[in-house]
Nanobody, 119 residues
Framework: QVQLVESGGGLVQPGGSLRLSCAPS????????VGWYRQAPGNKRELVST???????NYADSVKGRFTMSRDNARNTVSLQMNNLNVEDTAVYYC?????????????WGPGTQVTVSS
């Protein structure tokens, strides 16, 4: 059952931009996206950006100044604006969310969206 829907991936040339979005699916009850991770072939999944409990936003050093994450509370959507992309940004990007189930919280993942940066 897909609980998160990601969109916006694709093929872009170096220096280009893409905007990823993540939102709960129609059955996504009490699910709140909180960040983005990525995984390149042969590599471990790594943090790209995440909201903290204190209200700030953390970014991986490799994307600082180029990527911006934002939240639309009305639509419960989290977006990742990616500018000045380079080939090292090529990866599958995964949305990360918290799912609240009564007194417990479950961390869940979207299916991923491919971002390919190539000339």
């Amino acid at each position: 059952q897909v609980q998160l829907v990601e969109s916006g991936g694709g093929l872009v040339q170096p220096g280009g931009s893409l905007r990823l979005s993540c939102a709960p699916s129609g059955s996504g009850f009490n699910i709140y996206p909180v960040g983005w991770y990525r995984q390149a072939p042969g590599n471990k999944r790594e943090l790209v950006s995440t909201f903290t409990s204190s209200g700030t936003t953390n970014y991986a050093d490799s994307v600082k100044g180029r990527f911006t994450m934002s939240r639309d509370n009305a639509r419960n959507t989290v977006s990742l604006q990616m500018n000045n992309l380079n080939v090292e940004d090529t990866a599958v990007y995964y949305c990360n969310a918290n799912k609240y189930l009564g007194a417990t919280t479950e961390n869940i993942w979207g299916p991923g969206t491919q971002v390919t940066v190539s000339s």
